[in-house]
C-alpha cells in the first residue's frame, strides 16, 4: 500500500548530494562516449539518463511504500531472485567469460546487483523477527539464507557482488546482535574453513579473474596485459594533478588508453579530467550521503528500520571503498561499479532504489507507531 501521508521528514538535502553525484557520473560517461554514434544506435550517456529517469520512479516508490509492508514479502522476493540467478546461468547473456545479464532487445537485465538489495531486506526482516539470540539463530540461519545466493553468483562468476554478499552477511551478523563470545567463535571457524572456502572460489575464477588478482601485487610484471587495467587507472589519476586536465584533453580516458571508463574506472575518469580538487569535491559528496545514511540508521526508531538502513548503508559504503581502491591500486580489480557514477541500468536504479528506502525510514520515523 502507498502511503499517502505528507513528506514531513523527507531529507532534501540526501536528494540533492545524491542527484550531485549523478550529475557527475553523467559528465564523466558523456566525456568517454564515442563522438560518433552509428545510426539506431544511443550514446552511452543519454542511456544512462534513461536509467536515472526510470531509478528516480524507482527512488520515489521505495518512498512511498511503507517498508513494514514490504519487509512481509521478503522472502518472496528473495526466492524469486533466487530463480533468477539461477536462470541466468541457463539463458543468459555471456560476456567475456561470464554469464551474469539477461538481454531482451537494447535492455539488459543483472540480477545479481538487485539481490544486493533483496539480500539487506531478507536479512532485516530475519533478524527483526528473530527471538532467540543463540549462535544457532544468530549466524548460521542468516547463512543458510544467504549461501544460495552467493554460490549462485560466484557461480556466474561475479566475484564482486559475491564480495559485497559477504560484507553485507557479516555486516547484517554484527549488527543483529553477535556477542563477543560468539563473533570469536566465528572468526575461529572461519579460519579453520578458509583454505577450502578459498579453493572452491579460486577454482570458480576464470583465468582472466585470476590474473587480475595475482597482478594486483606487481602490475609491473605483465604491463601491456594482465597489469594494463591497474597501470592505465593510477597513471590517469596521478596524471589529473591539482585542478584537472578537463574534459577535452584527458588523453588516458578521451583516447581510450583506460578501458571500461564508463563503468569500473570511471572514478579514474573523473580523477584525470577534475584533479585533487574534483575528487576532494567528489569525497566530500560521498562522506555527507554517508554521514546522512548513518543518521538515518542511529536515530531509526524499530529494529527493522535500523538493520535496513545499516545493511544498505554497508552496502553503498562497500561498493565505494572497493570501486575507489581497485582503480588507485589499494584492492585487485573485480569489477565491482561506483556508486550513482558507474553506467549500467540496474546498478543505477538499484542504488537509487535503496537511498529511497533509506529515505523511507527517515520519513517514518516521527510517524511509527506499533
Known sequence: MIDTRSPDSFEWRFVLVALGILALGVISIYSVSPSTTPKGQTPLYAKQLTWILIGLVAFLAAVAIDYHKLARHAYILYGFTLVLLALVLVTGRVSRGAQRWFAVGPVVFQPSEVAKLVLVLVLSKYFADVQRFGWIQRVIVPGLITLPGLLLILKQPDLGTAMSFTFIFVTMVLVGGLHAKAL???????SMLFPFAWELVWTSLHDYQRERILTFWDPTTDPGGRGYH??????AIGSGGLLGKGLDEATQSRLKFLPEGHTDFVFAVFAEQWGFIGVFVLFVLFATLIFLASEIAFKAKDPLGLLLATGILSMVGFCLMVNVGMTMG????????????????????????????LLNVKRRRLTLFY
Open 184 to 190: 570469536g567463535l566465528g572468526v575461529l571457524f572461519t
Open 230 to 235: 591497474a597501470l592505465q587507472s593510477r597513471i
Open 330 to 357: 589499494i584492492f585487485p580489480i573485480v569489477g565491482i561499479p561506483l556508486p550513482l557514477m558507474s553506467y549500467g541500468g540496474t546498478t543505477t536504479v538499484t542504488s537509487m532504489a535503496a537511498l529511497g528506502l
